[in-house]
């Protein structure tokens, strides 16, 4: 977009520099990710990438990207859990997982255990399915298991949970809990964080910025591509309301009107656990 409106949240930027005053601004320039904000490969439901659940260094942010539209999964219908899904399209060997591996290995890897103790980004019932991947394997041997990794995260108690299944047998072969780890974010996960920035306070000047770019209210999330990064707190670097970022999940949004400029909101941590938006300092 090369023309930017009036602009109530800083400085227009163009080059490769990003300037920030007062809230946040509108961006002329690509923000971390690409121009187009493409789909994340770890998303929840497409299987291709890998949610590794690696760690930031304190006060950053371990970056990634969501694809546009970012919907949201139905909630659990309450005291149902659906039998075992029957076998559909397999792959062989080291084949990437097909869309029908992919979605068996997530349904049986949610018991009735895991299901009535964990809670989604929306608060309700289950966990937050994250991503499935491949699993690795120390044989290369023709014939050997092929087998599946399913992650979620039960914002319930902040816990990562990831579960191999083997898509032979259908049986869930372990499963590892982790606090404390954050991997990249889901697109149910980005949505939910645009949407409470979008209702607190703090994201006035995001939609005043977007309806100035568009001529329309910003009402949803899908009106946005959303990019982003995890946040971890440093002390003393933000307000004592994000201090529990890194052991709760908190993101930094990096929206992008569709087909028109970035805005940039890095002022702004959305944490999802507490469900609540605190706003950084950055000079």
């Not at 659990?76 to 029957?86: I, N, R």
């Amino acid at each position: 977009m090369r023309t930017i409106v009036h602009r109530h949240l800083g400085k227009v930027v163009a080059g490769a520099a990003i300037a920030v005053a007062g809230t946040a601004a509108m961006v002329a320039v690509t923000l971390p990710g690409t121009a187009g904000a493409g789909e994340n490969g770890g998303a929840a439901g497409t299987g291709s990438g890998t949610a590794a659940a690696g760690q930031a260094a304190p006060g950053q942010e371990n970056g990634q990207e969501a694809g546009q539209g970012a919907g949201q999964a139905p909630a659990v219908a309450p005291g149902v859990v659906e039998e075992a899904p029957e076998q559909g399209e397999k792959g062989t060997g080291r084949d990437p997982l097909t869309d029908d591996e992919i979605e068996r290995v997530a349904k049986l890897a949610v018991n009735r255990q895991l299901l009535d103790a964990s809670e989604d980004v929306e608060g309700d019932r289950g966990p937050q399915r994250l991503a499935v991947d491949l699993a690795e394997t120390e044989s290369d041997t023709p014939g050997a298991p092929r087998r599946a990794e399913v992650s979620f995260y039960d914002y319930r108690d902040d816990t990562l949970v990831t579960k191999t299944v083997n898509l032979d047998t259908g049986k869930v072969e372990k499963t590892v809990s982790q606090r404390g780890v954050q991997p990249p974010l889901s697109r149910d996960e980005y949505a939910q964080a645009a949407r409470l920035l979008m209702a607190d306070p703090l994201g006035a000047d995001l939609k005043a910025d977007y309806k100035d770019a568009t001529g329309k209210e910003l009402t949803s999330p899908e009106q946005l591509q959303l990019n982003g990064a995890v946040y971890r707190a440093a002390p003393g670097a933000q307000p004592a309301l994000l201090d529990k970022c890194g052991e709760h999940r908190c993101v930094r949004l990096f929206p992008k009107v569709v087909n028109g400029p970035w805005i940039d909101a890095r002022a702004f941590v959305i944490d999802l656990s507490a469900r609540k938006v605190g706003k950084l300092d950055l000079g």
